[in-house]
């Protein structure tokens, strides 16, 4: 057997997995391969989206539920370690320690557990043996015992289904099954809406709990859609074992229990029903959503964390809170394991986001100023000073300002799809109401046929609420629009959601992330790959703010005696608890169990009427500006020229304008640079948009780049028809190379450099893409004619 004609593949099939055979390890149960383990990041052109390349690891090998060893394997025309790097990649990603690259001829072992001797060629007979490289493991993430090394065995929950964790998922699960073993009882997992919390909250529970080491776990939660999305979802294979705690009562006879921080505890010592189980009852709980109730050290709800002291508790969040009052890593400890949203976006797993930011002309620096003697609705005269963006349907409603942005969110679903899902984020459940209503009046075609086109859904409206789950499900049409405030801002798994609204003041960065993460889920069955933003209060300038997506950083600075108050939250409560306006009705929240312990109660004052808001009408309110804004490979947003942003990305690829032009000329495929620079952060849509769409991409880079004056396809085109250099070839193959070459001057290089054009018109009236390859003479014939016709078209470059 000649090894160098051997294809990769190959290669895996007769040499490396006999091998791991005769190592003793079981290709059923131990061996993974060609494992995938992103999704593609998904990549926005126009209308259109694309998948970039998954991850994919060679080989995985499991000992024990835990992946272990990562395998990257080449054929025989490359080096025994030239996988190596690669591997290393993969494995940092995957937090594996053992890491190997194999040409077929043996192995190179790089040991991330060695301090010395860490890399080494094996011979194909010398791959260690599962017990071995599980000793490595052990020894890796620092089991001892041989009890925490039963504990860290357990296998995962299986249904049949073939669903199993995703590998940051997996991460997450081992790492925190892990800390448990090994006696930790504050554990913090840190990942971004829409990577499936909950089932990451499930396996551990279910390991847990089948290992014996937690036989009463309470999952917490501060809203009744979280605890029921629990219940229904995930949980739900726990069956008889589970319960809701439901309208104070309590029933010790199960292992599994759901409930409420509010359902729990209350202002009056008889409605803290958490005391009737003994301290001692639970040995585990989750705290759902943990930057908000638990996050702040004096509340209430944490005294319910507090009394169960002797318990495991794991927190879970989206937005770990860090602020001068509140910290969630003083109590939890630092994140055990982080998945930000951006890991998410570039592995595939979540939506990324176009934004769109409009500035109406009352919502300048200028702001809106009332004339002399200009009245309000009611006759009284409105107050003379400048209102800007913060007063707006606060302090002072302009019915035209809310039909301004009304009939800006309707143009935008004219012109992409009149039934996407939409969240259109309000200041509160007044501006809700109102925006509702001239959503209604801008869709009257559509609301005629069925009222839900536009539902909205608040704290205070049953209909809305109820409204709620149709909204999410993906297979239900209405409602289309909702109008909300702070309701739906967590613990709402809308999954084709496309658009999300911005017409409220958010300065909280944890509400920010929570409202962007509405729309970050995938649902490819119903075309949800991406969302846009739609922002008209600037909201998206948060963006910018380095803590938008990076690690938290604990700032915790409180005096002893200082009350635990968020200056980053929005007046009413946005954040560390539900604002009043907003709560479910389930949690009988108030005001004594947000103040810390030992304030004594205020001597009971009448109540102070809130500030009537001013409703105006009769007011100029137009489009200033709509501009979409772009955001870098990092998510951070492209403040410079878009040209000159293209440049500098180019130029740190490509030295000179000869280097780049070699790289194009040479490669076999100039759709391969395309995804290359567009993996780099080049826009290419975009670009095109702002030069020239009849240009070719080559001449694109060349014009942005180096200054180079472009010409268009059609130009390229014609000069290749001008020198006549089909001639050579038969009559049915030149018909095939001049129709090739209007599809470049329509469509573009990559059209032509996939066989997929061969099918469809006006290529099916040869033949089949097979009889259409033969009258070249072979594949590889007909693959050199496409390279001669790029090197014609290409000629003068």
């Known amino acids: 057997m000649d090894k160098k004609l051997l294809s990769e593949r190959d290669i895996c099939t007769k040499l490396i997995t006999p091998a791991l055979q005769k190592a003793g390890w079981d290709v059923d149960t131990q061996i993974l391969e060609e494992v995938s383990f992103t999704n ?45 790097q690669q591997a290393l990649g993969y494995a940092k990603i995957l937090d ?31 791959f260690p043996s599962p017990d071995d490289l599980w000793k490595k493991f052990k020894s890796y993430k620092g089991i001892q015992t041989p009890e925490e090394e039963r504990i860290v065995s357990q296998p995962y929950f299986e249904d049949g289904s073939g669903r199993k964790p995703r590998y940051y998922q997996e991460i997450a699960i081992n790492r925190t099954i892990e800390a448990v073993a090994k006696g930790q009882d504050r554990i913090l997992l840190v990942m971004a809406t829409g990577t499936g919390k909950t089932y990451t909250a499930f ?34 294979h726990f069956r008889d074992k589970m319960t809701v705690v439901k309208n104070r009562k309590v029933d010790k006879s199960y292992e599994i229990y759901l409930a409420l921080y509010q359902g729990l505890s209350g202002s009056e010592d008889a409605d803290n029903i958490y005391k009737q189980f003994s301290r001692d009852f639970f040995d585990l709980i989750i705290v759902d959503e943990c930057h908000r109730g638990s996050a702040a050290e004096d509340s209430a709800w944490r005294d319910i964390l507090l009394y169960y002291k002797n318990a495991t508790h794991i927190g879970l969040t989206a937005t770990p809170k860090e602020t001068k009052e509140i910290s969630n890593i003083e109590y939890f400890g630092d994140p055990l394991y982080t998945y930000s949203l951006k890991q998410g976006i570039d592995d595939g797993f979540l939506a990324p986001y176009k934004v769109i930011r409009v500035t109406l002309n009352t919502d300048t620096e200028e702001g809106w100023r009332p004339g002399k003697g200009k009245r309000d609705k009611k006759g009284n005269e409105v107050a003379d000073r400048i209102y800007n963006r913060k007063d707006y349907d606060k302090n002072i409603v302009i019915d035209e300002r809310t039909e301004t942005v009304a009939k800006k969110v309707t143009e935008f679903l004219k012109a992409t799809d009149r039934f996407s899902k939409t969240i259109i984020f309000c200041v509160d459940i007044d501006h809700a109401e109102r925006m509702r209503y001239a959503i209604a009046n801008e869709n009257a075609d559509l609301v005629a046929e069925n009222y839900k086109y536009v539902m909205q859904i608040t704290g205070d409206n049953d209909e809305g609420k109820r409204e709620l789950d149709n909204f999410i499900n993906p297979e239900e049409r209405y409602p289309v629009i909702a109008t909300t405030s702070k309701l739906m801002t967590t613990g709402v798994d809308a999954q084709t959601c496309k658009l999300i609204v911005l017409d409220s003041n958010i300065q909280s960065m944890t509400e920010f992330k929570q409202i962007i993460g509405r729309g970050t889920r995938i649902n490819e069955a119903f075309d949800k790959l991406y969302f846009t933003i739609l922002d008209f209060r600037n909201a998206t300038k948060l963006f910018a703010d380095k803590k938008f997506d990076g690690d938290p950083i604990k700032i915790k600075e409180k005096g002893e005696n200082d009350p635990p108050v968020d200056p980053d939250e929005e007046e009413g409560g946005s954040d560390g608890y539900p604002a009043p306006d907003e709560d479910d009705n389930n949690g009988n929240i108030n005001e004594d169990e947000q103040k810390p312990k030992g304030t004594p109660k205020p001597v009971p004052q009448p109540p102070t009427p809130p500030r009537e808001k001013v409703y105006v009408n009769g007011v100029d309110v137009s489009v200033l500006q709509s501009q979409e804004l772009y955001f870098d490979v990092n998510g951070k947003l492209i403040t410079k020229n878009l040209k000159d942003y293209t440049k500098e990305i180019v130029r740190g690829q490509y030295a000179s304008l000869n280097e780049f032009l070699n790289k194009w000329n040479e490669a076999d495929r100039k759709a391969a640079i395309i995804k290359e620079l567009e993996e780099q952060g080049v826009m290419v849509s975009t670009l095109q948009d702002a030069v020239n769409r009849e240009v070719d991409l080559f001449d694109l880079i060349c014009h942005v780049a180096f200054d180079q004056q472009p010409l268009t396809r059609k130009e390229r085109a014609n000069n290749v028809k001008k020198r006549n250099y089909f001639v050579k070839y038969g009559e049915q193959s030149r018909k095939v190379l001049e129709a090739l070459l209007d599809k470049y001057a329509d469509e573009g290089i990559a059209t032509i450099e996939s066989t997929e054009v061969l099918s469809i018109d006006p290529f099916t009236k ?32």
């Open 40 to 84: 593609g990041k998904v990549y926005v052109r126009g209308k259109l989206t694309a998948r970039g390349e998954r991850k994919r690891a060679d080989y995985i090998l499991y000992y024990n539920s835990n992946p272990i060893a990562v395998i990257e394997a080449k054929d025989n025309n490359h080096t025994i370690g030239s996988g190596i």
């Open 766 to 797: 040869f033949g089949t893409p097979i009889e259409i390859i033969k009258r070249f003479g072979s594949r590889d014939k007909y693959r050199s004619a496409i390279k001669e016709l790029e090197e014609q078209l290409y000629k003068l470059a």
């Open 96 to 126: 594996i320690p053992c890491v190997f690259s194999s040409n077929g001829d043996g192995f190179l072992f790089h040991d991330r557990t060695a301090s010395e001797n860490i890399e080494q060629e094996l011979s194909l007979d010398h």
């Open 203 to 236: 396996q551990i529970v279910y390991r847990l709990w089948k290992a014996g080491v937690k036989k009463r776990i309470l999952f917490l939660a501060d809203r009744n859609a979280l605890v029921d999305q629990t219940k229904r979802g995930d949980f739900k």
